[in-house]
T-cell receptor, first 115, second 113 residues
Framework: NAGVMQNPRHLVRRRGQEARLRCSPM?????VYWYRQLPEEGLKFMVY????????ESGMPKERFSAEFPKEGPSILRIQQVVRGDSAAYFC?????????????FGSGTRLTVV | TQLLEQSPQFLSIQEGENLTVYCNSS?????LQWYRQEPGEGPVLLVT?????EVKKLKRLTFQFGDARKDSSLHITAAQPGDTGLYLC?????????????FGKGTHLIIQP
C-alpha cells in the first residue's frame, strides 16, 4: 500500500518557465492538500481539493498558481512563469476524512529551484 | 487567522536528557496533531489528541492536550539521537473551515550523542 507519491523530487526551472508538480494520494484517500514550506516559515496551506473539485484555495496566490485533481490521475499543482521567490519545498498530503481530523499522510515533497 | 506558536524554536541537548516542547494558541482546536519531519522528507504523523486534558504515550514520547484545548506539550524522556528532527504541531480549528490543519513553525530538536 504505497503512501502519498510526489514527483519529481527535485525540479529546476528557469525564470519564466512553467513548473508542474504531481501528487498521487494514498489509496482510498479522496482529500488532497498542498502546502509550501520555506526555511524558518513552516508549512503554509495553499489549496484543498477533492476529486474534480477545489474546496478551498484561500492560501494559493491569485496569479500564476493553479491546482487540479481530475477524476483520473494525480493531483497537479501548476506554477506558470516561475520567479525566484517560488523556490521552496512543496508538499502534498492526503487524508481519508475532510478537514484533517484523521491526520494527514504527507508525500516526500518536490523541491523547486528557480534559477 | 489561527496561529500556533511553538517553543522553543531550537533545542540542542545531550543524549539521555529529558525535554519538553510546547505548542500554544489563542484559538480553541477540536483536535491537535504532532508530526515529526526529517531533512528531505515530509512530516510524519505521531499522534492526534482530541479531548481536553488528554494524555497519550508513544514509547518515550508523552503528548498532552490542554484542558481548554488551546495548547499542547510533547515530553521526551531519555532522548536519543534518533529523536533528532523538526517537531510540528498542527490544529484543526474548532470553528470549522475547509482548509483543515494549521501548522506551527516547529521546534528543531538536535540530540547529541
Amino acid at each position: 500500500n504505497a503512501g502519498v507519491m510526489q514527483n519529481p523530487r527535485h525540479l529546476v526551472r528557469r525564470r519564466g518557465q512553467e513548473a508542474r508538480l504531481r501528487c498521487s494520494p494514498m489509496k482510498g484517500h479522496s482529500h488532497v492538500y498542498w502546502y509550501r514550506q520555506l526555511p524558518e516559515e513552516g508549512l503554509k496551506f495553499m489549496v484543498y481539493l477533492q476529486k474534480e473539485n477545489i474546496i478551498d484555495e484561500s492560501g494559493m496566490p491569485k496569479e500564476r498558481f493553479s491546482a487540479e485533481f481530475p477524476k483520473e490521475g494525480p493531483s497537479i499543482l501548476r506554477i506558470q512563469q516561475v520567479v525566484r521567490g517560488d523556490s521552496a519545498a512543496y508538499f502534498c498530503a492526503s487524508s481519508p476524512l475532510a478537514g484533517g481530523k484523521g491526520g494527514y499522510t504527507f508525500g516526500s515533497g518536490t523541491r523547486l529551484t528557480v534559477v | 487567522t489561527q496561529l500556533l506558536e511553538q517553543s522553543p524554536q531550537f533545542l540542542s541537548i545531550q543524549e539521555g536528557e529529558n525535554l519538553t516542547v510546547y505548542c500554544n494558541s489563542s484559538s480553541v482546536f477540536s483536535s491537535l496533531q504532532w508530526y515529526r519531519q526529517e531533512p528531505g522528507e515530509g512530516p510524519v504523523l505521531l499522534v492526534t489528541v482530541v479531548t481536553g486534558g488528554e494524555v497519550k504515550k508513544l514509547k518515550r514520547l508523552t503528548f498532552q492536550f490542554g484542558d481548554a484545548r488551546k495548547d499542547s506539550s510533547l515530553h521526551i524522556t531519555a532522548a536519543q539521537p534518533g529523536d533528532t528532527g523538526l517537531y510540528l504541531c498542527a490544529g484543526v480549528y474548532s470553528g470549522g473551515g475547509a482548509d483543515g490543519l494549521t501548522f506551527g513553525k516547529g521546534t528543531h530538536l538536535i540530540i547529541q550523542p
